[in-house]
């Protein structure tokens, strides 16, 4: 039985539609993950995708506009499940708790889009559900996060050009220090994805 399953979430075209993807902190998220999935595979390890969808929004993530399908160049294999979602963590709305106990899992390792929201969300959720976490924060991305006072419609040059914007930096780095230590080990692309290098 497979004790450990990366989760892949969210790392879907959705996200290279909008105007913000331009300031993302990896626009190479598809080749860090897919690091992450070729070593997971090489363990034996279970990889479970994770899409997210907002059926009759008209936006990026209404699958009717066809942008809700993983990256180029990450394509799951026979037997690995592709799940999705419509809440922020991908418990709540989607069978991922049985999925993983039907496979044994312990362990989940983390990664997507993006860091402080989708993948955050799932960490903490997966930690209360009992689960051993593992955040590869260099394996998730994220974009300029806009005070919540921002006009939804501002435009990504008023996102950066105000002062209270939090850049990608400062939110993976507050994003870590509230999950270590409480809902997961942080660990680094290369010391998770090494591992299948070295064995």
């Not at 690091?35 to 279970?46: E, T, W």
């Not at 390792?109 to 959720?125: A, D, K």
Request: with cysteine; hydrophobic share 40%; proline share 6%.
């Amino acid at each position: 039985m497979t004790q450990t399953a990366l989760i892949v979430i969210d790392v879907q075209e959705s996200f290279r539609v909008r105007p913000n993807w331009q300031a993302v902190n990896h626009p190479d998220i598809a080749d860090r993950v897919d690091r992450l999935v070729r070593a997971s595979r090489a363990r034996g390890d279970l990889v479970v995708w994770v899409l997210h969808t907002e059926p009759g929004t008209g936006g990026a993530f209404d699958p009717v506009n066809g942008h809700v399908r993983l990256m180029d160049g990450l394509q799951p294999i026979e037997g690995e499940p592709v799940i999705t979602k419509t809440s922020h963590n991908a418990f709540t709305t989607t069978n991922l708790q049985q999925l993983l106990t039907q496979y044994g899992v312990r362990e989940v390792v983390i990664s997507g889009i993006r860091t402080e929201q989708c993948c955050e969300t799932t960490t903490r959720v997966a930690s209360d559900l009992g689960y051993d976490v593992v955040f590869v924060s260099e394996a998730t991305a994220t974009t300029p996060l806009p005070h919540w006072t921002m006009p939804a419609d501002a435009s990504l040059e008023q996102v950066m050009a105000d002062p209270r914007t939090l850049s990608p930096d400062v939110i993976v780095e507050r994003t870590e220090y509230v999950l270590a230590g409480r809902f997961a080990t942080i660990r680094t692309l290369d010391e998770v994805a090494g591992l299948a290098v070295a064995s």
